[in-house]
């Protein structure tokens, strides 16, 4: 997908972001997440027995039917590459030809790799995430997230590869999952370890802030959080927020009102399994058939997109 | 490469490890992170232009080249994932065949790739590592690294998977470069918080001690840090240790020393640039020609065996 980031990346990551936002006046970023033992079962192989082939091509159908689905409700594919590597060597491809797919139909994406590593390394996964060798292999998502364990240097090599493209960064700060306070709640000096780390993603983010006012440098922060959320949008104002956890891990539209400016900006807000699983909740399985999971998906991310509108009054 | 695990894996991760360095009297890991441009020239292509293909068959003599000539002076092979993700997808191809090349050769492998996720992404890396749908598609490395910054239910999935192989898990505790003092060293009430997960780390061990006394979890600790590594070795005697940071990041064997329990067992010290490529730094150079770059490497290899070897005293 060579010629992705010179087309379409120009502009500055949060600036394009926040004018999505406001064009389509939604907050929603939809996770592609797929496992072959959740995908509705019209895309099952006939014998029930998967085979790589399969599941790539069952696979591929269903999140491109999703993408085409939820495209007018969102404004972010996330896809999460881990569903991707497990299917590789063809997870790979495929991740390719859905973040095109996506980006054709309007969606900005974000690469979750959750990457980290010393600098001569982390420089390699950030050549892995925006164009591959020789140079410029590979579709090239809007945005990578990344893990700060290893602080600035393992950090700096994206922040650097996503200058370069127009593209974002988010940094994990306050994770969405129930073991999340074991290391990040640790208190340090007053703070908690979280923090500390939102004010080393507010230092890398200073530099690198658009017209719209928010940086190319984003924060990860768990909508199962609410309070921390709210304190997090206060102590980093120029970072966009990526709010994981709504939806299957119980995070509700009020949970996340705060993680937006008085505009409504700043902020998108995921949900994975609750959109493009709805097929199988009991509220979508009467009104969609088995083959309407995309139909599923649309009125799931429409919802969430009302929803968090309501919460957030705009 | 299905069967691998079932072929050679039956044992305890760390049973495996402490009896390989016992019996090689090594204690060396070296790290497998090629980039085309320190390739040695004899393996660049004739018009000095890369391709996917050009670098793909580059990276794969260099590696093969490599591992067949350090085996003998070596314990462990590790392979970091950044630098074959980065060629993707060809990479993906090539990582599973050199992992097999290894096992061939009697290294054992361990794939560096960092992961973190929430408990059910973490499951699909884990799933990734070790054993790719449909089922047991891709070569399966004897361990893995993780990144703990997400906590137990990030970590749990690779564990889980492992055990069933007899695979094993390095959890980074106290990385080698520059920043990792930027959150690891954070006091939180009189522990920096690298103590906190090494806490974390020996819980999950305690439960998974084989027959050497060793658990099939580990930690990640740089020999850039002598004085936290020997605080550590004491606060984890379960744990294998996996010393990073030896040689071109500024380690040297009487930093590593304190990795080591009374009977030189317990901890592999790796080197990546150091060795793989030892060719292009001066003291090699005059003694092997360009094209003995895996000569090169397997003489520092043999060297550095030697100085971990004098400076333990085994």
Redesign the interface.
């Known amino acids: 997908m060579s010629g992705i980031a010179s087309e379409t990346m120009a502009e500055h990551f949060a600036d394009r972001l926040m004018a999505a936002i406001a064009e389509r006046n939604s907050r929603v970023c939809v996770g592609i997440?797929p496992?072959?033992e959740r995908l509705p079962s019209v895309l099952h192989p006939p014998e029930g027995?998967?085979?790589?082939r399969s599941?790539s091509e069952a696979f591929e159908e269903f999140c491109s039917r999703i993408l085409r689905a939820v495209a007018e409700h969102a404004v972010v594919a996330k896809f999460?590459s881990?569903?991707f590597?497990?299917?590789?060597?063809l997870g790979?491809?495929l991740l390719d030809s859905l973040i095109s797919t996506a980006a054709d139909l309007g969606l900005l994406t974000i690469l979750d790799a959750?990457?980290?590593?010393?600098?001569?390394?982390?420089a390699?996964?950030a050549?892995?995430v925006f164009g591959?060798?020789?140079a410029d292999?590979?579709a090239v998502p809007d945005a990578v997230t990344v893990?700060?364990?290893?602080?600035?240097?393992?950090v700096m090599p994206f922040l650097t590869e996503a200058d370069d493209l127009g593209a974002g960064t988010f940094v994990?700060v306050k994770?969405?999952?129930?073991?999340?306070?074991?290391?990040?709640d640790?208190?340090?000096?007053g703070w908690p370890?979280y923090r500390?780390?939102a004010e080393?993603v507010k230092s890398w983010a200073e530099d690198r802030v658009g017209e719209s006012g928010y940086s190319s440098v984003g924060a990860v922060i768990g909508a199962t959080h609410p309070r921390q959320l709210a304190e997090l949008r206060e102590a980093m104002p120029q970072c966009p927020l990526l709010v994981?956890g709504y939806g299957a891990?119980g995070g509700a539209a009020a949970d996340v009102a705060a993680a937006f400016d008085a505009d409504g900006l700043g902020a998108i807000v995921n949900s994975s399994?609750g959109i493009i699983y709805a097929h199988a909740q009991e509220r979508y399985e009467k009104r969609f058939g088995p083959d309407d999971f995309d139909r599923a998906a649309a009125a799931a991310a429409e919802e969430m997109r009302r929803a968090i509108n309501d919460a957030i009054d705009v």
Do not use: C, M
């Open positions: 997440d496992v072959p027995r998967w085979t790589e599941i999460n881990a569903f590597e497990a299917l590789s060597p790979v491809g959750k990457r980290s590593d010393i600098g001569s390394t982390a390699a996964y050549r892995a591959r060798y020789p292999q590979g893990n700060p364990y290893l602080g600035s240097d393992g994990l994770t969405s999952n129930p073991s999340s306070a074991e290391l990040q640790l208190d340090a000096g370890v500390h780390v080393l994981p891990q399994r």
